[in-house]
C-alpha cells in the first residue's frame, strides 16, 4: 500500500513529540518515595510519554525486580487544569470499573491524591500509538476500538452522572458566531447549532485520536478517559476520520461501511462535523500556552481538514 498524502496544507505536529512533560527526578520527594512504597521497589528506570498536549507527568516506571507502572500525576497548584482533568478521570474509570463489561482500556491500579498532587497508576500496556499518516490496516484496529467502546457501554455504566457533549463543550454549538466571516459560515453555524437537536444519549470517549490510542500485537486500548461525556454512538468514529481524511485516505468509504455510522441521516455527521470545524478554529485564534507549543497548530490542522472534508461532504468548493 502507498503512503497516503495529506490533503491538508498546513504544519504537522511532530506525532508522538508533541508534549513538555517533568521527568521522574523532577517530581517531589514526597509522592516519589508514596509510588515506590505502591510499587515495592525503588524506581530504577522511566520512560516519559511524550505524545498529548499537557503538561502532566506521564512515565512508565519500572522497578529493579520487575514491577512496572505507568503513572500520571499532576501539581494541584501549578498544573491545576491538568490535575482537575486527572480528577475527572479518576471518577470516570471508578465507574467503569464497577461495570459489568470490561472496556479496552489499561488498568487503573491505585490513585494517590492530597492538596498538592494527584497521581493515577496504571497498569503498563507494552503497546504504542498508531503511525501517522495513518494507515488503513492501523485505523481499521482503532475503529474497531471505537465500535468495542460502544458495545461495552450500552447501556451507559450505573454511577456515571454524564453530561451531554452540548452541555460539557457549549462552544461545540455557537462557536462560527465568534469567527471571522467565510463562505458557508451561516450554513456552517446552522448545522452546528442543530448537532444538540440529536439524541446524545451513548457513552462516549470524545477525544479517541491517535495519541489516546494504544495498538499491541493483537489488542487496542484507550486512554485518557476525562472528556467522557453522552453524545451519539458514532462520534467516536467520525472523530478518528477526520485525521485520516487530513492524511490522505478514503473516509467516505469507510463511513459507509463502518457498523456505528452506515445507517447515520448524513445530515447528522454534518453536523457533527461542522461543530467540531467551528470549535478547532475558534481554539486555534486562543494565545499558544508556552507550555505546549504544538496545541495550536492541533488545533489549526483539525479545524482545516475538519471544514474541507465537510465542505465536499456539501459540494461547497
Known sequence: MSQPTPRVDLPQVPHGATAQRLTWRFLPRALRAAVEQRLGGEVVADESKESGFTTGFASVLRTADGGSVFLKAASVVAQEQVAAAYRDEITVLRAL?????????PRPLWVLDDDAWVAIGFEVVEGRPPRRPWRAVELE???DLAEEIAAATDPVPAGLALRTISEA???????WEMLPDRPHRDE???????YADLPLTAFCHSDLRDDNVLLDDGSAYAVDWNHACLSTPWQDTVDLLVS???DGLD????????ALTRDVDPE?????????SGFMADAALRPAPLN???LRTHSRWYAEATWRWLGERRRWH
Open 97 to 105: 470499573a464497577a461495570h459489568d463489561r470490561a472496556l479496552p482500556m
Open 141 to 143: 484496529r482503532a475503529l
Open 169 to 175: 463543550e457549549p462552544s461545540l454549538l455557537h462557536a
Open 188 to 194: 456552517a453555524l446552522a448545522l452546528a447549532s442543530s
Open 244 to 246: 485520516a481524511y487530513g
Open 251 to 258: 473516509v467516505e468509504e469507510v463511513l459507509a461501511r463502518r
Open 268 to 276: 447528522h455527521v454534518d453536523r457533527w462535523l461542522a461543530a467540531l
Open 292 to 294: 505546549s507549543p504544538h
